[in-house]
Antibody, heavy 118, light 104 residues
Framework: EVQLVGSGGGLVQPGGSLRLSCAASGFIFTRYWMTWVRQAPGKGLEWVANMNGPGSEKSYADSVKGRFTISRDNAKNSVYLQMNSLRVEDTAVYYC???????????WGQGTLVSVSS | EIVLTQSPGTLSLSPGERATLSCRASQSVSSSYLTWYQHKPGQAPRLLIFGASSRATGIPDRFSGSGSGTDFTLTISRLEPEDFAVYYCQQSSTFGGGTKVEIK
């Protein structure tokens, strides 16, 4: 059974940092791109970042470029999102998702809440 | 960069009624890349339709997708109580703004 379990969310002050983790199981992790998607309160879904299986390619939304870093540890079947210089507008539920091709997300983590507030 | 515009923003319907949701792209997109999701509060999004018209495994046949080029449609033939949710279209790294289907 495919499972994605996100963790690492919490309350942080503006300008602070947080690292999200997503532990995967039930599939061959290295074969898949992994993606982070977020939903701010009262807003829609927003694609944040993705990374290919070997970890050699990655992309970011303009809204997080230069502040967030996606990485993965294939030995631990995990993908991470390092979030620096956090802003109030980064407050959201963050989901990790497995990309099944063409940006198609069949499997999602349960979501982890990041709150940026003073 | 492609922009996906969904309409209407909110659809107020009764159970048993038909729902028609629109997703318009700012430029022509490949149907292979057009996906629809259902999202309920407190849950992860759920894949409904991929490739513009193919239902994901386990999705009831009351859900159907159609369209090509810049205009795509998600249709729910007869709304069930569990169908009231927000629906998003997506193409690669772009999501539409969503359509909320609420109980009238």
């Amino acid at each position: 059974e495919v499972q994605l379990v996100g963790s690492g969310g919490g309350l942080v002050q503006p300008g602070g940092s947080l690292r999200l983790s997503c532990a995967a199981s039930g599939f061959i992790f290295t074969r898949y791109w992994m993606t982070w998607v977020r939903q701010a309160p009262g807003k829609g879904l927003e694609w944040v970042a993705n990374m290919n299986g070997p970890g050699s390619e990655k992309s970011y939304a303009d809204s997080v470029k230069g502040r967030f870093t996606i990485s993965r540890d294939n030995a631990k079947n995990s993908v991470y999102l390092q979030m620096n210089s956090l802003r109030v507008e980064d407050t959201a539920v963050y989901y990790c998702a497995r990309d099944d091709g063409y940006g198609l997300f069949l499997y999602w983590g349960q979501g982890t809440l990041v709150s940026v507030s003073s | 960069e492609i922009v996906l515009t969904q309409s209407p923003g909110t659809l107020s319907l009764s159970p048993g009624e038909r729902a028609t949701l629109s997703c318009r792209a700012s430029q022509s997109v490949s149907s292979s890349y057009l996906t629809w999701y259902q999202h309920k509060p407190g849950q992860a999004p759920r894949l409904l339709i991929f490739g513009a018209s193919s239902r994901a495994t386990g999705i009831p046949d009351r859900f159907s997708g159609s369209g090509s080029g810049t205009d795509f449609t998600l249709t729910i033939s007869r709304l069930e109580p569990e169908d009231f949710a927000v629906y998003y279209c997506q193409q690669s790294s772009t999501f539409g703004g969503g359509t909320k289907v609420e109980i009238k």
